[in-house]
């Protein structure tokens, strides 16, 4: 069965170390679709884990790392353990934005196998 994996309109998400243990959704499609993750910081600008919920299906978060482009890439990959902890040890500037990419592996036969996220900003401090 094939899943529609057009994205609502992607929407900021708002991070900052206060609001840690919050979830934050990354990812919706028009389907009902969604992607919640919650972050833990090493300090006021660093990220030190992120930990995804668990999601529908067969496929979960199996891989997750921030690219010099500025993005947050998560892949989904099949039989993958929920609420993994990823570590990610990333500084994020104030401010600047971080598009959030889903790939969510052609194998599984979506009509579109990425798909744009939210967008992450960290606020002050």
Known sequence: ?????????????????????????????????????F???????TVRKIVFSQLAGS?????VRFTRKKTLEIKLVKGAKSFK????????VKGEKYQVIIDFNEKQEVVEPYGNGSVIVREAP
């Open 39 to 45: 972050v833990e910081w090493k300090n006021d600008t």
């Open 1 to 37: 069965m094939s899943r529609d994996n057009t994205p609502r309109e992607p929407r900021i998400c708002s991070i900052t170390k206060a609001k840690s243990y919050e979830p934050i959704c990354l990812y919706e499609n028009v389907e009902g679709f969604q992607i919640f993750a």
């Open 85 to 92: 902890v990823f570590k990610l040890k990333k500084k994020l």
């Open 59 to 63: 496929q979960q978060v199996g891989k």
